[in-house]
């Protein structure tokens, strides 16, 4: 059984940044991969980014060159660096990680101010 439980979610003026971390119970170097999701008021959930245990990403294009995942695997968390941040980045934050099932922490809410 795998617990995510994320933090840093917060209210943020339109270009500055917030920094999400997602605490994973156990090793998370056998969880692969981790990631952030991200769902606005009546959207879908989409892929924000992910990465592997080796450190190999993957991102949204509406994020690459503003957003930063990484992990520290001897501290088992995962954290998304957001720069530069929009309104339209609004949106609940939620960590995933794959473990045999599919794991999901409860979200973090981020909002941007205008």
């Known amino acids: 059984q795998v617990q995510l439980v994320e933090s840093g979610g917060g209210l943020v003026q339109a270009g500055g940044s917030l920094r999400l971390s997602c605490a994973a119970s156990?090793?998370?170097?056998?969880?692969?991969?981790m990631g952030w999701y991200r769902q606005a008021p009546g959207k879908q959930r989409e892929l924000v980014a992910v990465?592997?245990?080796?450190?190999?990403?993957n991102y949204a294009e509406s994020v690459k060159g503003r957003f930063t995942i990484s992990r520290d695997n001897a501290k088992n968390t995962v954290y998304l660096q957001m720069n530069s941040l929009k309104p339209e980045h609004k949106a609940g934050y939620y960590c995933?990680?794959?473990?045999?099932?599919?794991?999901w922490g409860q979200g973090t809410q981020v909002t941007v101010s205008s």
């Open positions: 995933y990680g794959k473990l045999i099932e599919d794991y």
């Open positions: 156990g090793t998370i170097f056998s969880i692969n991969p």
């Open positions: 990465i592997t245990s080796f450190g190999s990403t």
